[in-house]
């Protein structure tokens, strides 16, 4: 097995200096980390976790608690994991991945319990998060990406709704829309009081209302059938609507095929937007949506970045918040108004 002592002689530099470069310990010269970086690889040297943790009390690993989405794991949730895995890996962490359980604060003692983690990163936070509390009072360091009611003292980095709604509503009312629905995501996440869901459903009704347009809400379906329904209810009540705004993916394949049945085209009656779905997501779609793309990556990082400073430096200031706006992505299923037109 290749030892820390065969890779500082393979760079021709002292041991603590290749254990500095690889472990990020204090400060080594670019060159010098490069150097033992490359000696490392060349002997497939992977530094013992378990010895470093028991000399330095510290692991290097972080927790990415992400509970797993009814639908499972997709590529616009991934992008969140993958932008803080890049994050922590070029600080010198390592990130896991921890899907929680039913029970997410079993999950949490269990996981913190076994002293392997140096902090946690929480993802799908509600609004009363209780993971938030069992943390604090447990004394490990952790951030989220997404934010509680209050989040107070807490390093958060998190969507700007407000500003993805504005976003979003003059899109549509540039095109000449005068009536906006929205589809938010199952009533599940709002029995438990999950941030994005409420946070969007109050945000798209303040811009509406604050750009003059009539807006409907009070639908969340969370499935295809779901949102055929819901569209078929809306349409029903309210034949005169012409641009929908829909939080869930499978959802707005849903109301696609309803709107196909009623032998009708999108976006020539119907104009479609995608909110918290990635350009790349909207894209499998015919037409190809238009989105409110999420800052998933820069988020993901972001967050990394604010648990490992804190890490790092304990004494540092105020908590640091970020709120970044998702970017509009026009596709093909935005259009001005038919004249005169109602389902």
């Given at each position: 097995m290749t030892s820390l002592r065969d890779v500082a002689e393979r760079a021709g530099v002292a041991v603590s200096t290749a254990s500095a470069a690889l472990n990020g310990t204090r400060p080594v010269a670019a060159a010098t980390r490069r150097r033992v970086e490359r000696a490392a690889a060349e002997l497939g040297y992977r530094p013992n976790l378990l010895a470093r943790g028991l000399q330095s009390k510290r692991t290097r690993i972080l927790a990415l608690l992400f509970p797993a989405p009814r639908s499972g794991f997709g590529l616009?949730?991934?992008?969140?994991?993958?932008?803080?895995?890049?994050?922590?890996?070029?600080?010198g962490y390592h990130l896991l991945l921890s899907p929680e359980s039913a029970d997410p604060i079993e999950e949490l003692r269990h996981l913190t319990g076994l002293g392997l983690v140096d902090g946690v990163l929480l993802m799908e936070v509600g609004l009363d998060d209780e993971r938030t509390a069992f943390l604090a009072e447990s004394g490990v360091p952790f951030a989220m990406i997404g934010r509680t009611r209050e989040p107070g003292g807490i390093d958060h980095a998190d969507i700007d709704f407000a500003a993805t709604a504005d976003a979003a509503v003059a899109h549509?009312?540039?095109?000449?829309?005068?009536?906006?629905?929205?589809?938010?995501?199952?009533?599940?996440?709002?029995?438990?009081?999950?941030?994005?869901?409420?946070?969007?459903?109050?945000?798209?009704?303040?811009?509406a209302k604050e750009a003059g347009l009539a807006y409907v809400g009070g639908y969340r379906p969370g499935s295809a059938e779901d949102g055929g329904k819901a569209f078929e209810d809306l349409i029903d009540a309210h034949p005169d609507v012409t641009a929908l705004a829909v939080m869930d993916d499978h959802a707005a394949a849903g109301v696609i095929a309803a709107v196909a049945r009623h032998g009708r085209r999108i976006p020539e009656d119907l104009t479609l937007l995608l909110v918290l779905s990635s350009a790349r997501v909207a894209g499998m779609f015919h037409p190809r949506l238009t989105t409110l793309e999420p800052p998933s990556t820069e988020l993901g990082r972001l967050g990394a970045r604010m648990l490992i400073g804190r890490l790092q430096d304990e004494s540092q200031g105020g908590p640091r918040a970020r709120l970044l706006p998702c970017r509009l992505v026009v596709g093909d299923s935005s259009a001005p108004p038919r004249e005169g037109g109602t389902w």
């Open positions: 616009t949730e991934m992008q969140f994991a993958t932008g803080a895995a890049e994050a922590a890996g070029e600080l549509v009312a540039g095109l000449g829309h005068r009536k906006l629905a929205f589809f938010n995501l199952a009533e599940d996440t709002h029995a438990a009081r999950y941030g994005p869901a409420i946070r969007a459903g109050a945000e798209f009704e303040r811009a």
